[in-house]
């Protein structure tokens, strides 16, 4: 399998940071599943404002366009509805790791479905990448804390985030599918306004009467600074997953675990902060290792 090119390396790095960055905001709002559906409104907007700009021909999508994009969104808006539930309770610097798991399932995605072969120095990067994952949920370094990750499963936030990385790797493989199908600007313009329908019926319950606009009074500066910030997440990952093979894309991607871990100690206090940033330091290894794989 070829090498990352160092353009498809920067677009997924850079959209790295800004997964991140929203994910905080996230964790800072209140009601976590409303505030994820204002950061649609606000992103979606940008967009179609984005692609109005262009003046270019809207691409008919195929049939099968609009299935990937259908089979995505699902899976998307799943996982953003299991990470608000893994943020409820869990720390950042915890939850988020854990809710990027997917590089567990996406080179096996990548192998059977695309026919991907990785290289020695690229597995060994997965691997390290995977060993980081499992390491930060520790809280000391010691062979008494070798299992905790497993009895950790007792926890609904890590069940619920875990869940979220393994629905996540799902959709990327669609979305994979959907890139080398369709452009990558306007792939994620469907795929933004099928996921905007399916948050806005799931809104649509009683038990969500009233919640709506008292998010926004509760934190407009926060949607609006998370809608730029997560168009540019969306839109910089496509364009390098067009670019990259998936098995070294989303684990590329999961650089912004050291980020996230990075603003839980230092801003939000979270606990464990030197076993989380050791873990970090090996997730940050490993990309490396994919990158010149």
């Given at each position: 399998?070829q090498?990352?090119?160092?353009?498809?390396?920067?677009?997924?790095?850079?959209?790295?940071?800004?997964?991140?960055?929203?994910?905080?905001?996230?964790?800072?709002?209140?009601?976590k599943?409303?505030?994820?559906?204002w950061?649609?409104?606000?992103?979606?907007?940008?967009?179609?404002?984005?692609?109005?700009?262009?003046?270019?021909?809207?691409?008919?999508?195929?049939?099968?366009?609009l299935?990937?994009?259908?089979?995505?969104?699902?899976?998307?808006?799943?996982?953003?509805?299991?990470?608000?539930?893994?943020?409820?309770?869990?720390?950042?610097?915890?939850?988020?790791?854990?809710?990027?798991?997917?590089?567990?399932?996406?080179?096996?995605?990548?192998?059977?479905?695309?026919?991907?072969r990785?290289?020695?120095?690229?597995?060994?990067?997965?691997?390290?990448?995977?060993?980081?994952?499992?390491?930060?949920?520790?809280?000391?370094?010691?062979?008494?804390?070798?299992?905790?990750?497993?009895?950790?499963?007792?926890?609904?936030?890590?069940?619920?985030a875990?869940?979220?990385?393994?629905?996540?790797?799902?959709g990327?493989?669609?979305?994979?599918?959907?890139?080398?199908?369709?452009?990558?600007?306007?792939?994620?313009?469907?795929?933004?306004?099928?996921?905007?329908?399916?948050?806005?019926?799931?809104?649509?319950?009683?038990?969500?009467?009233?919640?709506?606009r008292?998010?926004?009074?509760?934190?407009?500066?926060?949607?609006?600074?998370?809608?730029?910030?997560?168009?540019s997440?969306?839109?910089?990952?496509?364009?390098?997953?067009?670019?990259?093979?998936?098995?070294?894309?989303?684990?590329?991607?999961?650089?912004?675990?050291l980020?996230?871990?990075?603003?839980?100690?230092?801003?939000?206090?979270?606990?464990?902060?030197?076993?989380?940033?050791?873990?970090?330091?090996?997730?940050?290894?490993?990309?490396?290792l994919?990158?010149?794989?």
């Amino acid at each position: 399998m070829q090498a990352m090119s160092t353009e498809a390396f920067m677009l997924i790095l850079f959209s790295a940071l800004m997964h991140a960055l929203w994910n905080l905001l996230v964790k800072r709002s209140r009601d976590k599943t409303v505030f994820i559906w204002w950061m649609f409104v606000s992103s979606g907007t940008l967009l179609n404002l984005l692609i109005l700009a262009r003046q270019e021909p809207w691409p008919v999508p195929t049939p099968t366009v609009l299935l990937l994009v259908l089979g995505g969104s699902i899976c998307f808006v799943l996982y953003h509805l299991f990470n608000g539930r893994a943020y409820q309770t869990g720390d950042l610097s915890l939850a988020y790791p854990l809710s990027q798991t997917s590089m567990l399932y996406i080179p096996l995605w990548g192998m059977l479905l695309f026919g991907e072969r990785l290289t020695l120095i690229g597995s060994a990067g997965i691997l390290l990448v995977l060993l980081g994952t499992y390491s930060i949920q520790m809280r000391h370094w010691s062979l008494s804390e070798l299992t905790r990750p497993l009895r950790n499963l007792d926890n609904p936030s890590v069940r619920a985030a875990l869940m979220a990385g393994f629905i996540y790797s799902i959709g990327s493989i669609l979305d994979k599918q959907g890139v080398m199908r369709y452009p990558p600007l306007y792939f994620t313009q469907l795929l933004v306004i099928a996921m905007f329908l399916l948050m806005t019926l799931n809104l649509a319950r009683s038990s969500y009467r009233g919640r709506i606009r008292a998010e926004w009074r509760q934190s407009r500066w926060l949607i609006l600074l998370a809608g730029p910030v997560m168009l540019s997440s969306f839109v910089a990952f496509r364009y390098g997953l067009q670019m990259a093979p998936v098995s070294y894309a989303v684990p590329v991607r999961q650089a912004s675990l050291l980020i996230a871990v990075t603003i839980g100690v230092l801003f939000l206090g979270d606990s464990c902060g030197r076993v989380r940033f050791l873990a970090s330091s090996l997730i940050l290894g490993g990309v490396c290792l994919i990158k010149f794989g």
